[in-house]
Each structure stands twice: as structure tokens, then as C-alpha cells.
């Protein structure tokens, strides 16, 4: 099924969704990676984390007159995350976004939280930086342009696969099953 969303997005929403759903977002998000996670738990956020979409990924980053243009944003491997994500995850945020996947502590706090986790594309930075509209804040910057959270408004943004739902479906674990009986 084709979901369109809104942020910031609210656990009903999250626990609706199934695996293998295609999300497209629209509103704001944040990226933030392994230094950024770590941080927001030692200091707590620098955002409203309720309902915020938090991906995985550094970005290219131009600075302009004007602030800062987004050259080319992907997904980042999700497991650096773990140690952190489910601490995040109670603290609110409404989805995860990343690639690779994410571990069972993470998988085990999606469902608790009825929150689910959307793969993007790796390989797809320039079609993603399509749907950002502008740069809207940075926080963190002494972190390092990639490990800053950027604050990013989008428009569809997307096409992200739910691949870890709020009711403990895993399609990586899924696709590892059908691997093994063969």
C-alpha cells in the first residue's frame, strides 16, 4: 500500500503501518547519525522529537549567502544507530529512517512504542534531495556538517519501505527465512 504522511506523525499513523508499505513524506524532518543519537541522549534533544522523523544519513551540504544548500542526501547504515535508537524511540520520535535495518532491542521498542522503521534506497542521494524543499535549521554543527542534525522541510519524500513494524514484523528477518529454505 502507498501511505502519504504528514509530521510531525502520530502513533496511530505508525501503527497502521505493515511491512512493505511505500511511505512518502511530507512536512519535516531531522537527520541525525551515530554522534548525534549519542549526544541527544547524554543532552537531550535539541528538537521536539515527538512524532519527528529521524533518518539516518549524512548529507552534502553547500554554504551559500543565504544559509546552506542540500547537494546529495542517502541513507547511512542504520546497526551504528543501535546502541542509541531505542533510547530515542521512547523519547518520542515517530519514525526511523535509514538502511540496513536495525536491531532487536530497536525492534522491541518500535513495537512497545507502536513506531515503525522505513528503509530508503542507498544509492538514491540525488533522487531524495528532490523532494527537500529547503533547509529550515542545523543543530549541532560543531559535530561536523555529516553529523549535525539538519532540519530539513520535504515534500514527498521518498519512496521509503516500511521494513520494521510496530507489530514486530522484520522483512529483513522475512527475506533471511525465505534465504535459508532455499
Given at each position: 500500500m502507498n501511505v502519504k504522511l504528514k509530521t510531525p506523525i502520530s502513533s496511530e499513523e505508525t501503527s497502521n503501518l505493515r511491512i512493505g508499505d511505500i511511505v512518502y513524506i511530507s512536512g519535516t524532518i531531522f537527520t541525525a547519525r551515530d554522534s548525534a543519537h549519542?549526544?541527544?541522549?547524554?543532552?537531550?534533544?535539541?528538537?521536539?522529537?515527538?512524532?519527528?522523523?529521524?533518518?539516518?544519513?549524512?548529507?552534502?551540504i553547500k554554504k551559500t549567502d543565504d544559509g546552506y544548500d542540500?547537494?546529495?542526501?542517502?541513507?547511512t547504515?542504520?546497526?551504528?544507530?543501535?546502541?542509541?535508537?531505542?533510547?530515542?524511540?521512547?523519547?518520542g520520535a515517530g519514525l526511523i529512517?535509514?538502511?540496513g535495518g536495525?536491531?532487536?532491542?530497536?525492534?522491541?521498542?518500535?513495537?512497545?512504542n507502536k513506531k515503525a522503521y522505513l528503509s530508503a534506497v542507498g544509492g538514491c542521494a540525488a533522487l531524495y534531495v528532490k523532494s527537500?524543499?529547503?533547509?529550515?535549521?542545523?543543530?549541532?554543527?560543531?559535530?561536523?556538517v555529516p553529523e549535525a542534525i539538519?532540519?530539513?522541510?520535504?515534500?514527498?519524500?521518498?519512496?521509503?519501505?516500511v521494513t520494521m513494524d510496530s507489530q514486530g514484523g522484520n522483512l529483513y528477518d522475512e527475506v533471511r527465512k525465505q534465504g535459508?529454505?532455499?
Open positions: 549519542k549526544r541527544i541522549i547524554e543532552e537531550g534533544a535539541p528538537l521536539d522529537i515527538e512524532g519527528a522523523v529521524i533518518f539516518h544519513a549524512g548529507p552534502i542540500m547537494v546529495a542526501v542517502g541513507p547504515t542504520s546497526t551504528r544507530m543501535n546502541p542509541y535508537e531505542p533510547e530515542v524511540i521512547n523519547m529512517v535509514g538502511k536495525m536491531d532487536e532491542e530497536t525492534a522491541k521498542a518500535l513495537k512497545n527537500i524543499l529547503k533547509i529550515n535549521n542545523v543543530n549541532w554543527l560543531d559535530l561536523g539538519w532540519e530539513l522541510e520535504v515534500k514527498d519524500f521518498g519512496p521509503l519501505i535459508n529454505n532455499q
